[in-house]
């Protein structure tokens, strides 16, 4: 199987602010489940026959607005992307979620295919308010989205026993103070066209294998994805939007990273930002940073956010 396990650097930025309609539900696919995982931290996860759970359906975007800020490659074709971002644990009420992202993206708004990973606050999924990491994958048809949060529903196929989906992250960075990293990336083997999930904790970890997507469960990133996001992404059904990142600038990327056809080539971005999520500070600094940048802010009024 050949993985991509090394990623090149980006050397320009990009912030992009979303406003999109859509509906989650069921997706086909074939997973095959560990019975019981139990993580580092003392977690137990119960596995359920995948065949046996009811589909998720969840509103993720529905008569609402979300707000993206981060950086996005420009249309091209791209095999992988990652990076390190800092942990933090911004709060969201029911109703809410606030979390960051690495994005696989593609194709146009009827049929669009999509895999996002990153860590999350979400009171409603997770039933707590502590930082998690977290999977969704999408599929339109027809201009409703198929797919789901982990493995909600058929698509992911868990291949690790010690990384659970959905773990929860112990180490918390602090503003202005100690950061706390997850190193992620979304890469495709190249022999199957499947989606891989990899994860580690410390910049030289091995990258450890969490799972993949089929490929068959997309249209449009079969073969490479068109488009690759990193930053923040925020929802609320209420007036007032929840912080992003730790509320200001310190949360942020590091070593951002992408796989492309000739990938010693930068990779051109483009930039825009909203009233209450913005990021700055994009460059390349140095080995230990990389291309960088921070994202996030305070939320507040939703009507005054774009």
Known sequence: MELINK?????????????????FSSAEGRVKLYKTIKTQ????????????????????????????????????????????????????????????????????IEEFSTIRAGWMVNPDLFGDNRTRLY?????????????CYDTRCPGFVIVSTQI????????????????FYVKLSIAQDKAT??????YSEKDDDPDQQIGYWPNT????????????????IVYSDKPVSPPMGSGR???????????????SADVPLETSQSRCYRVGDNSYKDKFW?????????????????
């Not at 999977?135 to 797919?147: A, C, L, N, R, S």
């Open 7 to 23: 990623l090149s650097l980006l050397l320009v930025s990009y912030v992009v602010i979303s406003s999109v309609a859509n509906l």
């Open 41 to 108: 931290y003392g977690s137990i996860y119960d596995c359920v026959d995948i065949y046996k759970q009811p589909a998720f359906d969840h509103p993720l975007l529905r008569n609402h607005k979300i707000q993206f800020a981060g950086m996005s490659t420009k249309p091209g074709k791209y095999y992988g992307g990652g990076g390190l971002v800092s942990i933090y644990n911004p709060f969201a009420d029911h109703g809410q979620f606030t979390s960051s992202v690495i994005s696989i993206e593609g194709g146009p």
């Open 135 to 147: 999977t969704i994958w999408g599929q339109g048809v027809d201009g409703v989205m198929h797919g």
């Open 164 to 179: 659970p989906l959905n773990v929860v992250f112990k180490d918390i960075s602090v503003a202005g103070g100690s950061q």
């Open 193 to 198: 066209g499947n989606w891989w999930l990899l």
């Open 217 to 232: 469960l997309f249209t449009n990133i079969k073969q490479d994805a068109q488009v690759i996001r990193w930053g923040g």
């Open 249 to 263: 600038r310190d949360c942020h990327y590091r070593r951002i990273a992408v796989a492309a056809p000739g990938a």
């Open 290 to 306: 990389g291309y960088s940048f921070w994202f996030g802010g305070p939320g507040g009024d939703s009507k005054h956010c774009n």
